[in-house]
């Protein structure tokens, strides 16, 4: 997927500008935790469309990329992603450490995306 579709997909423009950063990383160079406010996460699920499976089940013919699913499963971490942020922020969180991404699958056709970390209070050493 190229730069303007994941941002299109992912609505990038709209994304939260709270300041709040989130690594995957236990540590952030050049700060140091001052407070560890707990586990914090999102989810999502998602179905898939009939008409995007009529779709893919073409492209699986002839190969390649299968775009309608790249792009739903974008909007579904972007989506994911805000939830966590959303209940950090709440939490009084500068930051979320550790943070990681795992979907599952809930039926046949739908999925979960689940993003999740620890919400702390960071400071510039």
Known sequence: ???EATQAAADMDNR???GLLMTTTEEVPGYQIERVLGLVRGNTI???HLGNDIIAGLKT???GEISEYT???AESREQALDRMRA???ERGANAVVGMRLTTSTVMQ???EILAYGTAVVIKPV
């Open 46 to 48: 998602r179905a898939r």
């Open 87 to 89: 209940e950090a922020v």
């Open 109 to 111: 056709g739908a999925a």
């Open 1 to 3: 997927m190229t730069t």
């Open 16 to 18: 939260p500008t709270d």
């Open 61 to 63: 013919l002839v190969g």
């Open 71 to 73: 792009k739903m499963m």
